[in-house]
């Protein structure tokens, strides 16, 4: 009897880059419109959960982990479009900022500027939300079609009538 895979590793794998192109896609719509647009916060964890369905997952473990990832990946892309902001911000300015110092700077000024926009943590919410549902969906549809109807019981067999001295056949 083969068992069947659970799907977690590849699960997990698909997930962290679905949650990677989706931050770098969602910063890169930040940098260049300028505002911070929820819907593509959502669409982050949409794509978490649509890319781990795709391997097909049944393992229990995958739907927090797609929730995680679709939170992480929103308030990362969140961070990316920031940084792509105060580089863009400072050039304009006439300094210079590093990449790498834009995004320490703005890492650490999240908690101040979520306090000030606390909508951006209700799209970080939906976009978990997002991704938990879609993966929890396959999980639950994978893991139902795994148990197999037991057949019902069998009617006990007839005993014949008569007694036991009576010959089943009496045609023979």
Do not use: C, H
Not at 64 to 69: E, S, Y
Not at 90 to 117: H, Q, R, W
Request: aromatic residues 6%; without cysteine.
């Amino acid at each position: 009897m083969t068992q069947q895979k659970s799907g977690l590793v590849p699960g997990i794998l698909v997930g962290l880059v679905a949650m990677l192109v989706g931050a770098a896609v969602y910063g890169a719509v930040v940098g260049i419109t300028e505002y911070e647009i929820g819907l593509v916060a959502v669409l982050v964890g949409v794509l978490v959960g649509l890319g781990m369905m795709a391997v097909k997952p049944s393992s229990p473990v995958l739907p927090p982990l797609a929730a995680l990832f679709g939170l992480v990946g929103a308030a990362l892309g969140t961070a990316i479009g920031g940084t792509v902001l105060a580089v863009k911000y400072a050039g304009e300015e006439g300094g210079k900022l590093g990449y790498l110092d834009a995004f320490t700077s703005v890492t650490g000024l999240m908690p101040d500027l979520i306090g000030e926009d606390p909508k951006t943590l209700l799209f970080w919410a939906i976009s978990a939300f997002a991704g938990f549902s879609f993966v929890n969906k396959r999980v639950k549809a994978a893991r139902e079609a795994e148990v197999v109807p037991m057949a019902p019981p069998s009617a006990p067999e007839q005993q014949p009538e008569g007694n036991l001295f009576t010959p089943k056949n009496p045609q023979a």
